[in-house]
């Protein structure tokens, strides 16, 4: 790592401590696995900024800051088996696997699934798997999670991803606030008919549902 690289990986960590990303092993994960290699490359020089991107298929990735609050609202811990819905880049995904036991990533866009894949892969994460599937119909497949990310906005209560949810699991999302534009981060935990407001987000479009090759 040159000089320059570890100055912007420390200023990059000032700035998620600035907006209230203070868990530790959270930050050391943030540290380890930098956004310029789960972006295109064209945006690697402007990756460390805190702002959304594209990144094909007409989709975005979320600023790093929307992320890591949604990571620490779901509070992972260790050996847990993590769900993630909408993985883009793959750049949350890398993020999960440092903090938990195993994640497995759900991605619509063929397109972005694969190239999401190659990412960690090359990044040397064993304990990812990426498939190219829709969010909506895993429950399905009768397999549950300790916790389940959503990278998207959804309609509380959200049945369908509850059912997703381990006892004593935790789902959290993003929802559309009542003024034109307002997201909120939502915290579903099992078997508690309240969702918990834990703070803004931005950026985030609606759940989609379907597969799809490319866009």
Not at 32 to 51: C, G, K, W
Not at 76 to 101: F, H, K, N, S, W
């Amino acid at each position: 790592m040159t000089v320059a690289e570890s100055e912007e990986r420390a200023q990059f960590t000032l700035a998620m401590r600035a907006r209230g990303i203070n868990d530790l092993s959270l930050l050391r994960a943030l540290e380890r696995a930098p956004r310029a290699l789960f972006v295109p490359p064209r945006f690697a020089d402007i990756s460390a900024r805190d702002i959304a991107l594209p990144i094909g298929c007409g989709q975005t990735s979320p600023p790093p800051s929307v992320i890591a609050a949604m990571i620490a609202a779901l509070d992972v811990r260790p050996m847990q088996d993590v769900c993630e819905i909408g993985t883009g880049t793959g750049y949350c995904a890398a993020l999960l696997a440092q903090l938990a036991g195993a994640v497995v990533s759900l991605e619509r866009f063929q397109t972005l699934a694969l190239e999401a894949s190659a990412r960690i892969k090359a990044f040397g994460l064993a304990n990812v798997v990426v498939h190219w599937a829709d969010g909506f119909e895993r429950h399905a497949s009768g397999e549950r999670f300790d916790r389940v990310l959503i990278h998207g906005l959804i309609e509380p209560p959200a049945e369908a991803f509850r059912r997703l949810i381990r006892p004593g699991g935790v789902l959290v999302s993003v929802v559309a606030g009542p003024s034109r534009g307002e997201q909120h981060i939502v915290r579903i935990a099992d078997g508690a008919p309240a969702v918990v407001d834990m703070g803004y987000a931005h950026a985030l479009r609606p759940l989609e549902r379907g597969l799809a090759r490319a866009l």
